[in-house]
């Protein structure tokens, strides 16, 4: 457990609690549109869909970008051994996150009157844009609060000949989140070049400035909870950091797709963005390697859970899922349809979300003096969540795939035709599962608002495994490099499934009204990539907990030198 010495990240505390309260809106309108996909006509013309979606979607942007600032907010002196530059500053970006936020939510019910609030060419209010619906105004400030947190982070680093490799991505993240946003901030009126620059800030602005940071931040957090050796973290994030701005780059060009660009961007798209699990892999080999370069049990069990959960659902979500249908002769069927989501859930909660509650439960305990709180609720938050979230990205995939084949193979009607009713169970589903993830939210906010608040009884206290419980067979025994890779392997070859299922589209059969292929293939990959997911992240637990609180062979050490 590491001292707090440093009193301006008690500013990082701010970050926290706003994202936790974002989070759980978020939550609460995702559950509501959910329920709409069952019965349209709730709410109908009050609280319409597409408004309810946009706001669902844009409060998952700020959430998790209040986590990721407050992790870097946390850490900042840890890695640098300083105080925090300029602590008004950061209170400035504080409100400037509020002050945006509050105008986002407010904003959103402009589009339904047309309402964009045109001057000098510009859309102040708002703009429309998938995932980039705020108006010019909050895009300033957003731009303002970037360049704030970059030129605070920057100036708490110390020289550069100082430092490490986790420094070299931070700054990099930071700097290219301020400056990436830019692509953001203006607006074209030929619909094809504004698509065109909106990916900038869909692919790389997210899938790869926040991969960086992401990748810096998992890092330092494994050195933090397991005091693992700085220099081969920092290879590991030198690697990653490389290959997510190499595959990313050219990789963004799959979207091109969609947008009249050259033909010949298909290829080089499809290429260079099927690369982009190398990186992914890289950091969930690196997670096991620190996870158990110790025989130590998790002193921070809820804070490393939710690391795991981040990083195996990278590798699920935006690896093998956006793998599947990064390809053109895949993206053509799964594009704009139930397909996306499912890979979109899995990689922005998993990936992003899931990191800033882990930096979370590992900073607010030591921020409030919480030592020895009770970790019960953050396990079981954890696997409602992680439960939830696999079971709405299946709902989502199994029923994308109805929907590809009757939508775009068969061309028939949404509410007039086959199409709606023959999705309806799995628009059950997902409020079902939902609620789930729900209930799970809801105990991991409560937990983290009043950690350090509540006094932990007796009961609580969690009893230490037996010296020899790290030498059991089966699934509490330790796991093996080997079998790992097996886990990892497994995960791959069911993706291969879903991506074969894929491309079935666009046989001859399928397309004269033959789904078997397609459903028997999804019906395989799916359930079987998201059981395994849940099956390894278990065993992954499972043999961490069943560790002795000392190696036997530091026990002979440490007695050895307290008879010195």
């Known amino acids: 457990m590491i001292k707090i010495e440093y009193h301006t ?25 959910a329920t709409q996909h069952v019965d349209p006509r709730l709410l109908a013309g009050i609280a319409n869909f597409n408004i309810l979606r946009a706001e669902h979607t844009n409060l998952g942007i700020l959430w998790i970008l209040s986590g990721f600032i407050g992790t870097i907010l946390f850490i900042g002196p840890l890695l ?15 409100y400037a996150l509020v002050a945006v936020t509050v105008w986002n939510v407010a904003t959103q019910s402009l589009a339904a009157d047309g309402i964009a609030g045109w001057w000098l060419g510009q859309p102040w209010l708002q703009e429309g844009l998938e995932y980039l619906e705020a108006g010019r105004a909050a895009d300033v400030v957003i731009f303002i609060g970037f360049a704030i ?38 607006f074209v009126e030929r619909l094809d070049l504004q698509e065109y620059f909106r990916w900038y800030v869909v692919h790389y602005w997210v899938e790869g400035v926040w991969e960086v940071i992401h990748i810096s931040l998992v890092g330092f957090l494994l050195v933090l909870m397991f005091k693992a050796d700085v220099k081969a973290v920092g290879y590991a994030v030198f690697w990653g950091v490389a290959m997510v701005w190499l595959s990313g780059l050219i990789g963004n060009a799959h ?14 798209g499809s290429l260079f963005s099927a690369l982009e699990p190398l990186p992914l892999v890289f950091c969930f080999w690196h997670i096991y390697l620190d996870a158990h370069q110790d025989g130590k049990p998790l002193d921070n069990a809820p804070a490393f859970y939710f690391i795991l959960g981040s990083v195996v659902l990278e590798q699920v979500g935006a690896g093998i899922l956006g793998f599947t249908m990064t390809f053109a002769l895949t993206n053509v069927w799964s594009h704009g349809t139930w397909v996306t989501p499912s890979h979109a859930h899995l990689a922005m909660f998993g990936t992003f979300g899931m990191l800033g509650i882990a930096a979370a439960y590992y900073a607010v305990p030591l921020l409030r003096g919480a030592k020895d709180f009770d970790q019960r609720l953050g396990k079981v938050a954890f696997w409602l ?41 799995f628009k059950v589903l997902i409020p079902l599962f939902g609620l789930v993830f729900a209930v799970g939210a809801g105990l991991l906010v409560y937990d983290l608002l009043t950690l350090g608040l509540r006094q932990r009884s007796p009961a609580a206290a969690e009893s230490r495994p037996a010296p020899d419980a790290f030498h059991r067979s089966g699934w509490r025994s330790a796991l093996k490099g080997a079998e790992a890779s097996l886990w990892l392997m497994g995960m791959w070859i069911f993706g291969a499934i879903i991506t ?18 397609p459903y028997v293939l999804a019906g395989l990959g799916y359930p079987g990539l998201l059981l395994i997911t849940l099956l390894f992240v278990w065993r992954f637990l499972a043999s961490l907990a069943a560790r002795p609180a000392v190696r036997p062979a530091k026990v002979a050490g440490l007695a050895a030198a307290r008879g010195s």
């Open 9 to 33: 990240q008690r500013l990082s505390l701010r970050f926290f609690l706003l994202m936790l309260v974002l989070f759980l809106f978020q939550t609460l309108f995702g559950l509501l549109i």
């Open 80 to 94: 640098s051994r300083r105080e925090l530059a300029a602590p008004w500053l950061i209170r400035v970006l504080f």
């Open 149 to 186: 947190l970059a030129w605070v982070v920057l100036r708490t680093f110390p020289p550069r000949r100082d430092w490490n490799e986790i420094h070299w991505g931070l700054a990099i993240g930071v700097t290219a989140l301020t400056f990436v946003w830019l692509f953001g901030v203006f």
């Open 255 to 268: 979207h091109y797709f969609w947008i009249g660009t050259p033909a010949f961007w298909q290829f080089w």
């Open 385 to 425: 969540v992680l439960t939830g979230m696999l079971g709405i990205a299946f709902a989502f995939a199994i029923g994308g795939t109805v929907q590809v084949f009757l939508y775009r193979s068969m061309g028939l009607n949404w509410f007039g035709g086959q199409v709606f009713p023959a999705m309806q169970l």
């Open 500 to 517: 074969l299922g894929l491309l079935s589209f666009n046989l001859d059969t399928v397309a004269a009204g033959d789904p078997t292929i």
